[in-house]
Antibody
Framework: EMQLVESGGGLVQPGGSLRLSCATS????????MHWVRQAPGKGLMGVSR????????GYADSVKGRFTISRDNAKNTLFLHMDSLRVEDTAVYYC????????WGQGTLVTVS | EIVMTQSPLSLPVTPGEPASISCRAS???????????LDWYLQRPGQTPQLLIY???NRASGVPDRFSGSGAGTSFTLRIRRVEAEDVGVYYC????????FGQGTRVEIK
């Protein structure tokens, strides 16, 4: 069974940093794109970042470009999101997502910037 | 960044009746491989999103055949042939050609 488990969220002051992790199991982690998606309280979904299988190609939403960095450790089947210069508007539940012909979402980790 | 626009944003439905949601992209989602990079998700209250349709018109595994997706380029539609009570929630289109961008969401509720 495919599993994604996020961690690393918490309360941080504006301007601070956090690193999110997403531990995965049950599939060939290195073989495909991984994504971070966030959802602010009571709001819609927003794609944050994505990374290809070997980590050579990354993409970011305009609102986080230059502040967030996505990476992956294929030996440890783990996805990361390093977040710097955090803003109040970055407050959200952050999900890691694996999508092929099906989509698997983690349970999310809450980041509160206040 | 590709902007996705859904309509309507709220959709009251009657069980047994059809329903449809439109989604427009600010640029074409047609890849040179012939696929349209547009997915549809349903987020039920308190749950993570469930993939319904991928690449514009392909039903994801386990999704009832009352759900269908169509469209190409910049204009797409999700149709529910006969709405059931379990279909309530927020529906999102998302472009997957670049870093994902989602539509605003369409809240479907029973009349």
């Amino acid at each position: 069974e495919m599993q994604l488990v996020e961690s690393g969220g918490g309360l941080v002051q504006p301007g601070g940093s956090l690193r999110l992790s997403c531990a995965t199991s049950g599939f060939s982690f290195s073989s495909g794109w991984m994504h971070w998606v966030r959802q602010a309280p009571g709001k819609g979904l927003m794609g944050v970042s994505r990374i290809n299988g070997d980590g050579s190609v990354t993409g970011y939403a305009d609102s986080v470009k230059g502040r967030f960095t996505i990476s992956r450790d294929n030996a440890k089947n783990t996805l990361f999101l390093h977040m710097d210069s955090l803003r109040v508007e970055d407050t959200a539940v952050y999900y890691c997502v694996r999508k092929m012909n099906t989509a698997t979402w983690g349970q999310g980790t809450l980041v509160t910037v206040s | 960044e590709i902007v996705m626009t859904q309509s309507p944003l709220s959709l009251p439905v009657t069980p047994g009746e059809p329903a449809s949601i439109s989604c427009r992209a600010s640029q074409s989602l047609l890849h040179s491989n012939g696929h349209n990079y547009l997915d549809w998700y349903l987020q039920r209250p308190g749950q993570t999103p469930q993939l319904l349709i991928y690449l514009g018109s392909n039903r994801a595994s386990g999704v009832p055949d009352r759900f269908s997706g169509s469209g190409a380029g910049t204009s797409f539609t999700l149709r529910i042939r006969r709405v059931e009570a379990e279909d309530v929630g927020v529906y999102y289109c998302v472009q997957t050609l670049q870093t994902w961008t989602f539509g605003q969401g369409t809240r479907v509720e029973i009349k």
